[in-house]
């Protein structure tokens, strides 16, 4: 058996996340000792752990609550894991598409500033210029 404490060193997990997990159903809720505290056994570190390493590859809550649906059922269709995986594939390469777009954005930025005084700030003058901005994005988005 484990603590909350144990678990969450072993798999690079923070309590608190931990306990979120719970709370939205990824973790079952877990047993516990007479004085309340939490314990759990090899196959919830063995749960959470896929949980972390899903959330490491970028796929949402939702898609790793399939995930463990499909992994909870054998003898299903992988099928239904591999579209979840290519869903989360295209979606990094979306952030990968903006992200190139960012960075050559940047470049040019960089490449047109001569240097001299703020006032001739190409970078500076870039930021100003709303009609420059990337718009294949949500602002505050990548």
Do not use: K, N, W
């Amino acid at each position: 058996m484990h603590t909350i404490g144990t678990l969450a060193r072993r798999t690079g997990t923070r309590v608190q996340t931990i306990r979120y997990y719970e709370q939205v159903g990824l973790m079952p809720e877990p047993g516990r000792t007479a004085g309340g505290q939490r314990r759990y056994g090899d196959g919830d570190l063995d749960r959470l752990s896929f949980i972390r390493h899903a959330r490491q590859l970028g796929f949402s809550l939702e898609a790793i609550r399939e995930l463990i649906d499909l992994a909870d059922h054998p003898g299903r269709d992988c099928s239904d894991v591999d579209s979840i995986a290519r869903r989360q594939l295209r979606e990094v390469e979306r952030r990968l598409a903006r992200l190139e777009a960012l960075r050559l954005e940047l470049q040019r930025m960089v490449r047109e500033c001569h240097g001299g005084s703020t006032s001739d700030c190409r970078v500076l003058e870039v930021l100003r210029d709303h009609s420059e901005c990337l718009t294949d994005h949500e602002p505050g988005t990548l």
